[in-house]
């Protein structure tokens, strides 16, 4: 009984709040500004399959050797092996079509770039950001040395990173379904496609 006569009393008063504001909606006419160029670069760092964003730079997986060392394996383990701070980034391979595909580095990511720009927004984790673009690529070769994708000598850049082929690269689906190229896949019937 008691909780009738409160509920509609609270009805009542968010339908007056409610008017009230749109009554004196402001015209949000002299609220903010436009981002400036350095601002918009900033945030907008996100690395494209195609890499094109990548900037300038390069490593190799020795030189990454040194800096996982000291920056990463304390969590990630000496040989990306992992722990139970953070994941393996070294192995874990084995086929996606099962209920429980390994979704490791190695065996989940179709695209290289994806690492460095992992490893650029968001590790270690507090001192993000704090990695010179080339400590990236450095790193980013170490990884994929030590899961077998590149060979040990090879000097990543924006120019060879892109051209990394991750091991299960044809294991997914793009996600716009015009760029899979085979109707059969695509699943089309009778000239109709999804
Ligand atoms: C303080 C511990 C810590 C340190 C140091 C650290 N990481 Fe991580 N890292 C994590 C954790 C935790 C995750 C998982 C985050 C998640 O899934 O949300 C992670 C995830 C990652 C991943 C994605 C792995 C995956 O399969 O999803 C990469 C790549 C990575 N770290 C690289 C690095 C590199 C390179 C360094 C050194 C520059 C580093 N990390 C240092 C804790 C750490």
Known sequence: MRYSSFLPALAVFGLAACSAAF??????SNLGRTPSKEEIQAWNQSIGPQG?????GSGTA???EEIFASKCAACHGANGEGSQLAPRLVGGRGP???PTPSRTLA???PFATTIWDYINRAMPPKQEGSLSGSDIYALTAF????NDIIPEGQVLDAAS???VKMPNRDGFIPDRLEDIHSLRARGCNAGHCP
């Open 23 to 28: 009554a004196q909606a402001p015209g949000y």
């Open 52 to 56: 094109k964003e990548l900037p300038p």
């Open 62 to 64: 020795k030189q990454g």
């Open 96 to 98: 996606l079509n099962t």
């Open 107 to 109: 065996n989940y990511w």
């Open 143 to 146: 990884i994929l040395y030590r």
């Open 161 to 163: 990173l892109p051209k």
